[in-house]
């Protein structure tokens, strides 16, 4: 289908409907159930989408993007740039897998920058 231009969809940012209902018809759905904690990595040009909330909880999701520092965005604004990652030991990850993290004990996380 090639790249599937975005734009203003209900508030959000989204592909063009005309043809992901094209692509509704003819291509293979894959439901993915996840849970609490879950994580999920697909190609930046998959289409997908994720289905209405129903429970009283709020639904938190971190989405990061990730490419070469030389394939620059085309457009600015917020929360578009590149960030380079500070490279830390194996051991300093793997120790708190599993385990609450206090944000301000560890030099590998900045606490302004983190999400609650």
Do not use: C
């Not at 997908?48 to 938190?60: F, L, T």
Request: net charge negative; glycine share 8%; hydrophobic share 35%.
């Amino acid at each position: 289908m090639g790249r599937i231009d975005h734009g203003a969809i209900g508030g959000q940012t989204g592909a063009d409907m005309e043809r992901v209902d094209h692509a509704m018809k003819v291509l293979e759905h894959v439901s993915v159930e996840m849970a609490p904690g879950d994580a999920l990595f697909f190609h930046g040009n998959l289409l997908h989408a994720s289905g209405r909330n129903d429970s009283e909880r709020h639904r938190n999701v971190l989405l990061s993007s990730y490419s070469r520092a030389d394939n620059a965005p085309i457009r600015s604004g917020p929360n578009i740039s590149h960030t380079p990652f500070d490279i830390v030991p194996d051991e300093d990850i793997a120790r708190y897998r599993g385990k609450p993290i206090d944000r301000t004990a560890h030099r590998f996380l900045k606490p302004e920058k983190a999400m609650d």
